[in-house]
């Protein structure tokens, strides 16, 4: 662990306090599809010790339990209630703020699931004339980003909807190879209505603020301080920088899609969202918490 530190000009990992972890997925427990080297030993040492942790990821193709399913299968035995995702905020955030009013949301058929009980626009509602919806909500659709459903997305948000994204990402690392992703169709619809979409995932603070909050329930102890929670994330925007600018600690791991360059470029160019640890990967961190 100290060397990958030591050649990244990053301090021995100083892990003291450290009480509990949110761990994104992508880069830090899985890439490419794949259970990453030494992962789900992690999570084994941290279910065996009781520490307490979150997945908290802007995946958002999956319901929580389907994910979960995936990473079990995968030797990651995670609980979905153990998941908060950016697919599972925005549910909760329709719930809190549309409850009852229509809602079009583009994303997989399986990411639907989690809006069980909302009043969700279908694709024929949505393309009807005089549609109308509270919000447009924009997750992981894959194949399904069709020109006719973004043609719907488009109009909703001019009559009035709300654009939401349930995160920005730009892309990721697929068993394909690198993979355009949401991001690109929110900055599209941004750009053909003139409106901002309102950000969920990561590194918006509300998503941190939910994953913290879901730590402080029974097991976790009365009192965890924001400054007792690690973030370990692979992406310093994403992860490291929404993390601190969230008041909790952040760890960057080299075992995804950012490395010992963008930290250097990071240094440069944010030196107050650099993080608190760096580690080659989530199994060097856990190995060292005391
Ligand atoms: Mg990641």
Redesign the pocket.
Known sequence: MTTAAADAGMPDPDLTGVRALLL?????LVLKGEPLPGAAEAVRVLLRRGIPFRVLTNSSLWARDTLAGRLAAAGLPIEPGSLVTALSASADLAARRWSGRPVYVLSSRDALREFEGQRLLDDEAALADAASAAAVIVGDAGPAFTWPRLNAAFRLVLGGARLVAMHRNRWWLTPDGVTIDSGAFVRALEFATGRRALLVGKPAPGIFDAAYASLGRPGAGPDLPRQAVLMV???LRS?VAGARRSGLRAAFVLS??QGPADLAAARRRHPADLPDVVAPSLFDLVRALD
């Open positions: 994104d997925l992508d880069g830090v994330g692979d992406d992860d995804g899609k």
